[in-house]
């Protein structure tokens, strides 16, 4: 016979799991596992081989698990059957063979729940299962109390199939039907509700049964839902459930927190034309004040004739708003209002492949009866009780502060009537009978009466049913499996260079980087790495990502991402995205060279053709525009200042040397000073001015020539006679000028003035 421990049998003070009597007409586990035991199954008719026999023929295995078993990891075995389910922590009847890891602890068998699992009070800590652990929700379970706390959802399980997901709080009066047929697994309407929920009234959510289909409870007698029936975030507020007859329904299974992604009016617009309008198409221009549309008789002589399936009249219609008369069929159009609504006056309106948009106003549709129709309204949309919409549909709203009234119903609830409604503000949901969709909201949704939907809905604001709940949900009205990658672009904020202009050599003294992360779905994951980083060593900038996309990386961020300071010289910036869907994107490469500084000019000096004084080293010159060379890094630019005002520039060749030719100069003094920008807009100035003076006048003519006293040996020292071949002559001339004599034109002597000009 199998080990009595095993049940818990033998213990102190012998609670068994476990009747005996069932334990002496079982065998060991053959596969030599403490963690199970194998029943026998020829022991007769006693209740747990019956048992056995029932699951062997619905194709389930069976395995139990316990909490006092020494090894560190339990075995939950399929054999002796081999079908292949999924073994949950919810069940005590299991399928696939599951290992997971067991916490030793010190536990009461009394408080072993096998509907819980590791969350009862009575367990000190949580099993931990593999990561290819998956959960199976409609397991089979034996009846127990259900524990007094959250069951938090695995965070690597996959997102559940929701018909009702909002960010907020779902309220539900007055009762209705979540559950579909409730042998039906896949059309359970599941809820999300982030922030809360109150249902007032008996409402019919999906619960877990018995091979025969008969609902489970707990101990109390309470139904025991299905995993995921109603959910909430981590951070809900609000918990109300008035005449509650489900065990785990409060407190509440919690969940990871979920962003509603509601795809952008414009987006869908322009999706929807570029889909039915072919490249190249012309419009054509409709004045409705110009041509009143009173009856059909007006429409078919006025209005645009129509264009083909494949290739739609596109129709621009201006002067005010568009009213559309009775008794009328339209098809293949594309028609845009431009500033006003588009009303449907009387009745009998059967449209075909229509697009309607108006730019600036409301669209009534009245009792329209569309195969195909797409409607774009930037206000607010309307119809009647009448409306019925048939195969394709598309109704979308723009403004946040308009909203969708679904009045009308679509002609089937079969999957070749799929509805689509989106509001950017609200949408009110009246379905005249019951009715296939998709709807999406900005704002709350309403579900005022107690027509079914086949569908789902979702919402970023509150989701309110007043008159009962009736959903079923249906794959075919849920968006479809996002399989787009994410999108990365970026660059350089300053590609700088010279003058604070820009140039796309990414070369830079700022490396500030801006780009956008952009998906279908919400981006989860966006890691960022250096050059030769490990992926796996990767970053997370995705707190970097604003709700819109866009991200900017500046020096702080980027030197966090490097780990270090980030130094002058070439690097590559990595970066990847994910999204909900696991779709990863591409990796983003963007290489730059960092370069943040760059040596001053040096070695000013006037060219020795251009300084014209004493000697080439004077910095004296008699040009006006004069070259000045000197030194700077190869390809910077340079500019000379002289006060801060810029007297010229040039470019440094390959090798750093330059010489500029300055602007005119006015005769006086000059401290020049040099400048260089180089490549990546990096700054330095030189160090020591260059003092230069620009004389172009030509001095004074010498005065006061006349023979010195030493050398006027006439009658008297200023008869200017003299008997010395090489008299000295004195006067007057420019201070250091150099003073020539001539004879004749021939060079006699030549002197430097003093300082005093003598």
Do not use: C
Request: charged share 15%.
């Amino acid at each position: 016979m199998a080990s009595i421990d095993i049940f818990g049998n033998g213990t102190s003070n012998n609670e068994e799991l476990v009747d005996s009597s069932i334990l002496d007409n079982s065998e060991e586990d053959i596969y030599g596992l403490n963690a199970a035991v194998i029943v026998n199954k020829n022991a007769g008719t006693e209740p747990l081989a019956a048992e056995i026999e029932r699951l062997q023929s619905e194709n389930l295995n069976i395995a139990y698990n316990t909490d006092n078993i020494g090894d560190d990891t339990v075995n939950s075995v399929s054999s002796p059957f081999s079908y292949n389910q999924i073994f949950t922590p919810n069940q005590l009847f299991g399928q696939q063979v599951t290992d997971f890891k067991k916490i030793n602890t010190d536990l009461d068998k009394t408080s072993i729940d096998f509907i819980t699992g590791s969350n009862n009070p009575g367990l000190v800590s949580n099993i931990e299962f593999d990561s290819n652990f998956n959960s199976d929700s409609n397991s089979l379970i034996i009846e127990n109390d259900i524990a007094a706390s959250p069951i938090p959802m695995s965070s690597a399980a996959p997102t559940p199939k929701y018909a009702i997901r909002t960010e907020k709080q779902v309220r539900i009066n007055n009762g209705g039907d979540l559950d579909g047929n409730p042998l039906d697994l896949n059309d359970d309407a599941l809820i999300y509700a982030a922030k809360g929920f109150t249902i007032n009234g008996n409402i019919t959510l999906p619960v877990q049964r018995d091979g025969n289909g008969n609902p489970l409870t707990n101990n109390s007698g309470k139904l025991l839902l299905v995993n995921n029936a109603v959910t909430v975030a981590p951070n809900y507020t609000t918990i109300n459930a008035n005449n509650n007859q489900y065990a785990n329904l409060v407190p509440p299974q919690v969940v990871s927190e979920q962003v509603i992604d509601i795809p952008a009016y414009a987006d869908l617009k322009q999706q929807t034309l570029d889909s039915v309008i072919a490249p190249g198409t012309q419009s054509v221009t409709f004045n409705s004040s110009q041509n009143p549309l009173n009856n059909s008789q007006d429409w078919n002589n006025k209005f645009p004739a129509p264009g083909t399936e494949s290739n739609p009249r596109v129709v621009r219609v201006t002067g005010g708003g568009l009213n559309i008369p009775g008794n009328i069929n339209i098809s293949n159009y594309v028609i845009t209002v431009e500033n006003g609504d588009i009303n449907f006056n009387g009745s009998n309106h059967n449209f075909n492949n229509v697009v309607l948009i108006t730019n600036n106003g409301n669209i009534n549709l009245s009792g329209v009866q569309a195969t195909n129709l797409s409607v774009f309204a930037s206000r607010s949309i309307n119809m009647n009780s009448t409306a019925r919409f048939a195969s394709s549909t598309m109704l979308a709203s723009g403004s946040n502060s308009g909203s969708i009234n679904f009045n009308g119903a679509t002609t089937s609830t079969n999957d070749s009537d799929n509805l689509r409604v989106v509001s950017a503000g609200r949408i009110t949901f009246n379905a005249a009978l019951n009715s296939r969709g998709l709807f999406e909201s900005v704002g709350d949704f309403t579900f005022n009466n107690n027509s079914t939907l086949y569908g789902t809905i979702a919402a970023k604001g509150n989701i309110t049913f007043n008159n009962g709940a009736n959903v079923i949900y249906t794959n075919d009205t849920t968006e479809e499996v996002d399989t787009e990658q994410p999108v990365i672009t970026a660059a350089l904020v300053n590609d700088t260079a010279p003058n604070n202009t820009t140039n796309t050599d990414r070369i830079t003294s700022d490396p500030t980087i801006n780009g956008t992360v952009t998906d279908n779905g919400e981006i989860v994951e966006f890691t960022a790495g250096f050059d030769d980083t490990d992926i796996a060593a990767y970053v997370n900038v995705l707190p970097q990502r604003s709700a819109n996309g866009n991200f900017s990386f500046d020096r702080a961020t980027l030197e966090s991402i490097y780990g270090n300071i980030l130094p002058d010289g070439n690097h590559t910036l990595h970066l990847l995205s994910k999204d909900a869907s696991g779709n990863v994107s591409n990796s983003f490469d963007l290489t730059f060279t960092l370069d943040t500084v760059t040596p001053a000019p040096a070695d000013l000096d006037l060219t020795a053709t251009n300084d014209s004084g004493v000697d080439n080293s004077d910095n004296i010159t008699n040009n006006s525009t004069p070259t000045i060379t000197g030194n700077a890094e190869a390809l910077s630019k340079v500019e000379l200042l002289n006060n801060g005002v810029k007297i010229g520039e040039a470019e440094a060749d390959s090798n750093g040397n330059w010489q500029i030719t300055t602007n005119n100069l006015a005769d006086g003094n000059y401290s020049i000073t040099a400048i260089a920008t180089d490549i990546a807009g990096n700054q330095n100035q030189s160090d020591v001015p260059l003092s230069i003076t620009v004389d172009t006048a030509a001095p004074l003519s010498p005065i006061n020539l006349k023979l010195s006293p030493d050398s006027d040996s006439g009658i008297s020292n200023s008869d200017n006679i003299t008997n010395n071949n090489s008299p000295t002559i004195t006067g007057n001339a420019e201070p250091l000028a150099t003073v020539r004599l001539l004879q004749n034109g021939e060079l006699v002597g030549e002197t430097t003035a003093t300082s005093d000009g003598s």
